[in-house]
Structure formats: structure tokens, C-alpha cells
């Protein structure tokens, strides 16, 4: 089996995001701000809005520690 393909298997499909839950909506989703701004819409309403969640495959997975984050210029 190619090497390559077999690191490809080591990693996750879905890569667990951290963001900022910034509301809950009416459709049981909550919208999420990730560093950098961005902002997604994912299913779930389990951790209340202003506190950072844990995000992976469209759905909140639960609460993240509120820690400082840093973003570096490559």
C-alpha cells in the first residue's frame, strides 16, 4: 500500500474546531465564530452562547476551556 494513502488514514475526516458560540437559532443550530472571523452555522445548542465549544462535524461536541489563542503569520 502507497505510504502516503496510509498517513492519509491516520488523519481525522473531520478536523475538531474551537470557536466562540455567538447565538442560539431558532432551528436548534447555533452559529460559531472560529479564529479568524469566520463564522459557521452547526447543529447543536448545548453550550450557551459567549462561551467557546468544541466543533466537529457540523455539530457542537461540547464546551472548550476558555484559553488564549494565537495566530501566527506563515
Keep these: 500500500m502507497n505510504i502516503w494513502k496510509q498517513f492519509q488514514q491516520l488523519l481525522p475526516s473531520d478536523p475538531q474546531l474551537v470557536g466562540e458560540v455567538l447565538r442560539h437559532n431558532a432551528d436548534g443550530s447555533s452559529s ?41 503569520p506563515i
Excluded at 452547526?42 to 450557551?48: K, T
Design 32 to 72: 460559531v465564530e472560529l479564529p479568524g472571523a469566520q463564522v459557521i452555522r452547526v447543529q447543536g445548542q448545548s453550550v450557551a452562547a459567549g462561551l467557546r465549544a468544541f466543533v466537529q462535524g457540523g455539530r457542537i461536541q461540547g464546551e472548550a476551556p476558555d484559553l488564549p489563542t494565537y495566530e501566527l
